[in-house]
């Protein structure tokens, strides 16, 4: 079971970057999957997920300017995209896929108890 993660690099503020994970190894069709962000000194905090229907929930810092969405037409293995466009120096941290199995809301998601974590790519905005 893995979940690989991609996409991070260094960009300007205002910047454009597209993140993806992919996940291998099992059948994700009930696994919610989400982005969680960690920057230098600061505890791992949600940015978006997708639930296994397709619903979406973001966070407050992120809302409209980031956008998530998932390919499952393969079982096996799931893509889940993170679209992000006017990048802030804010932005920039490691980010992390997730994934989860416990039909929680996607509103109550934390970084606690989450059944799979991708290694991280990592998110530079400079001003």
């Known amino acids: 079971v893995q979940l690989q993660a991609s996409g991070g690099g260094s960009v300007e503020a205002g910047g454009s970057l597209r993140l993806s994970c992919a996940a291998s190894?099992?059948?994700?069709?009930?696994?919610?999957m989400g982005w969680f962000r960690q920057a230098p000194g600061k505890e791992r905090e949600f940015v978006a997920a997708v639930s296994s229907g397709g619903t979406t929930y973001y966070a407050d810092a992120v809302e409209g300017r980031f956008t998530i969405s998932r390919d499952s037409r393969d079982s096996r293995k799931n893509m889940v995209y993170l679209q992000m466009i006017g990048l802030e120096p804010g932005d920039t941290a490691v980010y992390y896929c997730?994934?989860?199995?416990?039909?929680?809301?996607?509103?109550?998601?934390?970084?606690?108890?989450?059944?799979?974590w991708g290694q991280g790519t990592q998110v530079t905005v400079s001003s």
């Open positions: 997730a994934a989860d199995n416990s039909a929680s809301r996607l509103s109550t998601w934390s970084a606690e108890a989450k059944d799979y």
């Open positions: 190894g099992r059948t994700w069709s009930r696994y919610d």
